[in-house]
């Protein structure tokens, strides 16, 4: 087990929720809570290949919606990643990733990413010679995150 976060204590472990009941409980689609994972905005445990949500992270998504009162700190870095979420989803233009980036984002090595790209299981395409002209288009990086994630929930049920 692997806490993204030193913050939760085993205490907190009994009240851990999957990505699609964080979802259902929030009403946030389950890509932005991953988002909002992977971009350490909230904090998340790893269990084996999953991720759980503290029921404490959930509280303080639940209370920036409700208007409830939080620390402003919170409030500002939810209220931030949220608006830029709901803005990246209302751009028009593409949005196009470096393999670096998509290796802070996914929280992997640069070369496991470039092995991603070669082998194909993520997609995306080189610009010039050389290892850092990979360029990731948002939909490809968005498709790899969401096989990955039925990949999980198939292996979760069999669990």
């Known amino acids: 087990?692997?806490?993204?976060?030193?913050?939760?204590?085993?205490?907190?472990?009994?009240?851990?929720?999957?990505i699609k009941q964080a979802s259902d409980i929030t009403g946030i689609s389950e890509e932005t809570i991953i988002r909002l994972s992977m971009l350490k905005k909230i904090k998340t445990v790893r269990i084996g290949k999953s991720i759980r949500i503290a029921e404490e992270e959930l509280d303080k998504i639940i209370n920036y919606i409700s208007g409830d009162n939080i620390s402003e700190k919170t409030n500002?870095?939810?209220?931030?990643?949220?608006?830029?979420?709901?803005?990246?989803?209302?751009?028009?233009?593409?949005?196009i990733f470096t393999a670096?980036?998509?290796?802070?984002?996914?929280?992997?090595?640069?070369?496991?990413?470039?092995?991603?790209?070669?082998?194909?299981?993520?997609?995306?395409?080189?610009i010039r010679d050389g290892r850092s002209s990979w360029r990731i288009p948002q939909e490809y990086l968005n498709e790899f995150i969401?096989?990955?994630?039925?990949?999980?929930?198939?292996?979760?049920?069999?669990?």
Do not use: C
């Open 146 to 159: 969401e096989e990955r994630i039925k990949k999980t929930s198939i292996l979760d049920k069999h669990s």
């Open 76 to 95: 500002n870095q939810v209220k931030k990643t949220i608006n830029q979420m709901n803005n990246l989803k209302e751009s028009r233009l593409p949005i």
């Open 1 to 18: 087990m692997d806490n993204r976060d030193n913050n939760i204590t085993n205490n907190n472990l009994n009240n851990l929720y999957t």
């Open 100 to 126: 670096e980036e998509v290796a802070e984002i996914l929280n992997l090595s640069v070369d496991n990413v470039w092995l991603l790209l070669k082998s194909g299981q993520l997609k995306g395409f080189k």
